[in-house]
């Protein structure tokens, strides 16, 4: 956007929205114009509105559309891919204060919320009513539902209950045209017309801006075994991983933690997890009564196959809850340590030790130090790359090992991403992954959905050229 256009386009945001809503000082801005992805470009926008309806939100694209800028929806800016960041002349749409809970419904088990609702404010309201909401992403003491649906988010369940897109039923969305417009159903089944629900979650705000969803809740589940096995070795730990999978147990979590990780946490929170180990593998069940017992012992059973060193198993709640928390503490104590540059690629089970093992090679050849925790249980890994701060060439270093994780991974079947998104961190592995009829068929999608190419652009999607 010209300057000369500027003063147009902040004229008529002002004729629209309350002062307070209007965000113009730069320093502000600053922290609302990117999320957590590192090494991710992005611009201060010409703006930035704190939407507190779909009204709202409806009003900027409009606007948007009169003035030809770009529109950027924004959540809790958790994200690790860059789907968030602004782009030169953009309007971000910040959605944290559309934050209410408006319905659970225990009857029909499910909630409706807007898109700021944060996950474990969701969580901890639904289980007061003895219901569930499975998806559980790392950040989830942080990140907002709306930005969960963006990158179809999973997290530790998801192995066993599924991700962002299973959970759901309809969503209410700004159009690239700016309607108000609603799909999916509140019904256990519906296949009236296309999934333009599904085809919503997971594309980044490209194709529409969800300012309300309604997903679908289970009932509470039994206390949790957990099990946690001690390995020499990373490929060690990816060897249980098959052997649980050849048992045929499905577990609620298997999570994995190597040695960088623990240390990392042990140096912040004294738990002290990295004296007997260097990886550790941390497994759940939920199955109810006996068979949560029988199900905790098979996969004690599978980590010993694999080479554990040491494994054990709990019913107690408050013991299996301390080891999950270095998990969950893995990736902010290794940002005190420096810039982490996150992958997330995801693999068949059966390549889970291969990859682990070409990750290992990687750092070597690129003198890159990368730290591995992982959902293992359903093959989606998350390298850690770190670097000093302020250190170019091992910044680059880390992009060329980050190229190479991924073309690794491609080689071995899997996909560049399994719950973070695209963004802008994947576009290429993108382009690498999906055959060039297919990228024309999703350009074609968002040309139909966003005729005018304000939402959120130069994401999510490889760029192709316009057909003749």
């Not at 926008?45 to 929806?73: E, F, K, L, M, T």
């Not at 962002?164 to 045209?177: F, I």
């Not at 928390?325 to 291969?354: F, H, K, M, N």
Request: hydrophobic share 45%; with cysteine; charged share 20%.
């Amino acid at each position: 956007m010209s300057s000369a256009a500027l003063p147009s386009l902040l004229d008529d945001l002002a004729s629209l929205f309350r002062p307070d809503q209007l965000v113009t000082d730069p320093d502000v801005m600053e922290s609302l114009a990117h999320d957590d992805a590192e090494w991710a470009p992005w611009v201060l926008p010409a703006v930035v509105v704190r939407a507190g309806s779909a009204a709202d939100v409806q009003a900027v694209v409009r606007a948007a559309i009169r003035h030809g800028v770009p529109v950027v929806p924004r959540g809790s800016g958790t994200g690790l891919s860059g789907g968030a960041n602004a782009v030169a002349g953009s309007i971000v749409i910040d959605l944290s204060r559309m934050n209410e809970i408006k319905i659970i419904d225990p009857t029909e088990r499910l909630a409706v919320v807007g898109p700021g609702v944060i996950n474990d404010d969701l969580r901890a309201a639904v289980a007061e009513q003895g219901l569930w909401y499975p998806p559980d992403p790392a950040s989830s003491p942080w990140s907002s539902i709306g930005g969960n649906v963006a990158t179809n988010a999973g997290g530790v369940c998801c192995v066993k209950y599924g991700v962002t897109r299973d959970y759901v039923l309809a969503l209410e969305v700004v159009t690239g045209r700016g309607e108000i417009v609603r799909i999916g159903t509140q019904t256990a089944k519906g296949v009236a017309g296309y999934d333009l629900t599904s085809l919503l979650v997971g594309s980044e705000g490209t194709l529409g801006i969800v300012t309300e969803i309604t997903v679908r809740l289970r009932r509470a589940r039994p206390v949790e075994h957990t099990v946690v096995g001690y390995f020499d070795s990373i490929t060690d730990a990816g060897l249980a991983v098959t052997r649980l999978a050849e048992s045929g147990v499905v577990p609620s979590a298997l999570e994995l933690v190597d040695r960088k990780c623990l240390e990392a946490v042990d140096a912040w929170k004294n738990m002290g997890l990295s004296a007997d180990a260097n990886v550790i593998l941390l497994g759940r069940t939920d199955a109810p009564g006996q068979a949560g017992a029988q199900e905790a012992s098979a996969m004690v059973a599978a980590f010993e196959a694999g080479g554990a060193t040491w494994s054990a198993q709990t019913d107690d709640p408050a013991e299996g809850d301390a080891l999950f928390a270095a998990r969950r503490l893995s990736y902010p104590a290794l940002e005190r340590l420096g810039p982490v540059l996150t992958e997330d690629i995801c693999l068949p089970l059966r390549q889970v030790p291969a990859m682990l093992a070409r990750i290992e090679a990687i750092a070597a050849e690129h003198e890159t130090t990368i730290a591995n925790i992982a959902h293992v249980g359903d093959g989606n890994l998350h390298p850690l790359l770190i670097t000093p701060i302020g250190d170019e060439a091992a910044r680059q270093r880390a992009q060329a090992a980050f190229a190479d994780i991924i073309a690794g991974c491609l080689e071995l079947g899997g996909t560049v991403t399994g719950e973070h998104g695209v963004g802008l961190l994947k576009l290429d592995g993108l382009a690498a992954e999906l055959d060039p009829v297919v990228q024309r068929m999703q350009a074609d999608v968002k040309a139909a959905l966003d005729p005018y190419g304000i939402l959120n652009p130069g994401k999510a999607i490889v760029s192709v050229p316009p057909r003749d």
